[in-house]
Each structure stands twice: as C-alpha cells, then as structure tokens.
C-alpha cells in the first residue's frame, strides 16, 4: 500500500488554499507502526525510534524471525493439508506463495525504520519508491506463476469447469497476464507520482501508433487467440505443414507456435503463418490412431491370396499393431513388372510410424523370401543389331 507521511498530512492539513494554488508532488512513506502497536510495546519503541541506526537492523532481524515463522507454518501445517489431496497442484500453489514471504516482511521492515533516519528528503523518498518496487516485481512474478497453476488446477475438472481445458489454458494464460501486467503498470505509476488519467486518455493516440509499429506482434496475437478459439490442433498434437514440417506442438504462445521433430529439432512459426496455413493434424479425428501404409510388389505368378494372407498374418504378429481396427492387405493395381499390394495397420501415435514402418518392411521382406514369393525390380533388355564397324 502506498502512505502520506505524517508531516506532509499536517502541511496540507494547515495550509490547504496554498496546497490547492501551488501543486506538490505526493511523497511516500512507509507504513506506520506506531498506529498498531500495543501499548506495553510502545516505551521500548520510543526508546530504540531515538536510535535509528540500531531500529533498522533490530526490525530485520525480527523481520527476518516472522518470515521464517510464516514460512514454517505454511511447511508443517498448510503442506500437511494438500498432501491429502491427489493433486500437486495445490502443493505448487502453497510452494509458490510461499516463496515472496520473506523478500516482503523484511522489505515491509525497511520501509518502517526508514520513516525514523535522518535522510534527505529526495533521498528517502527515492529509497522508499525503489523498494515499493521491488515489493510490486516480486508479488507480479507470484502473481504469475500463481494464475498459471490455478489454470492447471481448473483444467484437471473437466465436470465442473468446462470452458477451461488444456487446449483454452493458453488463452487463459495470456489473458492473466495481460490482466496482472496492467495491474502492476497502474501501480507503477502510482508509486512514483503519474497521473494515470493522462496516460488513459492519450492510450488511444499511442494504440495507433503501437498498431503500426508493432503489426507485425499484433497479428500474430491475434493469430494465436483465433487458433486457440478455433482449436485446429492443441498441445500435444502432431501435424504437419503444407512447407513439409512434421512435429509435436510442445508450445501455443503469444507470438508463435512451437513445434518439436522427431530430430529433437524446435521450430518456430509465427501465428499469422500458422493461421494461414494449410495443416495436417495427424492427431485429430474420433480418435489419436494412425493407419499406416505399406506398399508392396510382388512378381506376376503369384499367388495373390496367399501373398494377402501373408501381409495380414506379418502385420499381426506385431506387437504395436493395433489389432482393432484388424490390419489388411489389399491389391491395389497391375504394376508395370509387379503386382502391387498395400499394407494397412493402425498404431496408437504419430511418432511410432517410422520405426514400425521400419520393422514391418524387414518383417515382409523377410516373410516373403521364406515363402518363396519374387520382390520384382525394374530391369531392362538392351538388343544390339549392329556393332558400330561391323558389316
């Protein structure tokens, strides 16, 4: 919270036509002790108030003891709470307010035993902004991390809480934080004497120009909260892009979206791409399966039925080939030197088609030359009818 002190009260207090011609800037002061304190406490008070100097290490000392006597209770009592519970959400929650508890009672001390030294009145009031500050940076980044988790906490209820699920948290997300953001802007401005009315009335000759400047950011913020709307893929998924790109989206942000290949490679596409973009998503549909295709030639001559029977039976007896749907052959067209077959299996994910595709074309190959059947291959007869000086 933000004070008047004392002194500046009385001022404006006694003199208020001179305060109402002359404007003044509103100084800070730290919160007043003396306003809660018990009766019994206030003689050792005054006594150390005419020390400073010993004042303001003594309150961080005790400042210090508080913090720690919070932070324990929130150990053995709050923890042994949320350990009851299935979820780690809570357990992060209580971690996480946990953390700011001792940066604010001793900052909280500063500003108390500041009130009592003998400073420049510049610098004092600077020293007290400056630690208001650091108090609003430590609380917005707990802000943050806090709005997260509760996100996590409300998507894990899909009865109760619908709307927020694992593919809306980022929109959630980005919206808290705009929220926690301009939150902290206003009382940015508060802790060091702006007036926020002039910066809200002039917002909309600034938004033009940030519009132009930044159209770019814009559109792929925009981008990102129609993805998030329109739920073309979701974290987790794997897709691919019209450039060729195949990965797993690992990140839906503000700006961009994330993709990791099956190289251990991140790419980054701006949203305004992505939105634009022709993508398969090999994860959508009634369900995250995938059909795998194989295709095979054999010689003309053999026996069709049984090369089908065969095809079947290999992609059976692997053990990631889902059985429901049942895999299949089928015999697709009169090749040019073969007969062309197709295999098709389905498998639980995306990120398992090479290397069952790999085990199912050595599994084949090896099937088909136990039984006899030819893999043709293109080959060509060159007749010669004459030789060059040859009659």
Avoid: C
Avoid at 5 to 19: D, H, L, M, V
């Amino acid at each position: 919270m933000i004070y008047l002190s004392s002194t500046q009260a009385a001022n404006a207090a006694k003199a208020p036509e001179e305060a109402s011609s002359h404007a003044q800037p509103v100084l800070l002061s730290g919160p007043d002790v003396e306003v809660w304190l018990p009766g019994w406490l206030k003689p050792y008070w005054d006594f150390l108030a005419t020390y400073p100097v010993v004042l303001l290490p003594v309150l961080v000392l005790l400042a210090y003891g508080v913090g720690r006597a919070i932070q324990a209770f929130f150990s053995r009592f709050v923890h042994k709470l949320t350990r009851r519970t299935p979820s780690e959400f809570d357990d992060q929650l209580v971690g996480e307010l946990n953390h700011p508890i001792m940066p604010t009672t001793i900052i909280l001390a500063l500003l108390i035993g500041i009130n009592y030294l003998t400073l420049p009145e510049f610098l004092q009031n600077l020293t007290i902004r400056l630690l208001y500050m650091i108090l609003l940076i430590i609380w917005t980044g707990a802000a943050m991390k806090v709005a997260h988790i509760m996100l996590e906490m409300l998507s894990g209820n899909r009865s109760r809480f619908r709307i927020v699920q694992q593919r809306t948290i980022p929109a959630f997300d980005m919206a808290l934080k705009i929220v926690v953001v301009g939150a902290s802007a206003y009382l940015f401005m508060l802790i060091w004497g702006i007036d926020p009315t002039a910066w809200l009335a002039s917002a909309g000759v600034i938004g033009i120009a940030v519009g132009f400047a930044a159209r770019d950011t814009l559109a792929n913020f925009f981008s990102g909260i129609f993805i998030i709307a329109d739920a073309p893929y979701k974290i987790g998924d794997y897709i691919v892009l019209d450039t060729g790109e195949r990965g797993m989206v690992k990140q839906l942000g503000m700006r961009s979206t994330r993709l990791l290949t099956r190289d251990d490679i991140e790419i980054t596409v701006p949203n305004a791409v992505m939105g634009n973009a022709k993508i398969i998503n090999e994860s959508g549909g009634p369900w995250e399966k995938e059909r795998i295709r194989l295709p095979i030639g054999v010689a003309y001559g053999s026996d069709v039925d049984e090369v089908e029977a065969l095809l079947v039976r290999i992609a059976g007896e692997h053990a990631e080939v889902i059985q429901q749907p049942a895999p299949r052959a089928r015999m697709r067209a009169f090749g040019p030197s073969s007969l062309d077959f197709e295999l098709l299996a389905w498998i639980d994910h995306p990120e398992l088609r090479g290397r069952i595709l790999h085990e199912l074309n050595k599994a084949v190959y090896k099937g088909l030359n136990e039984a006899g059947v030819q893999i043709p291959f293109p080959q060509s007869d060159v007749y010669i009818r004459s030789m060059p000086g040859k009659d």
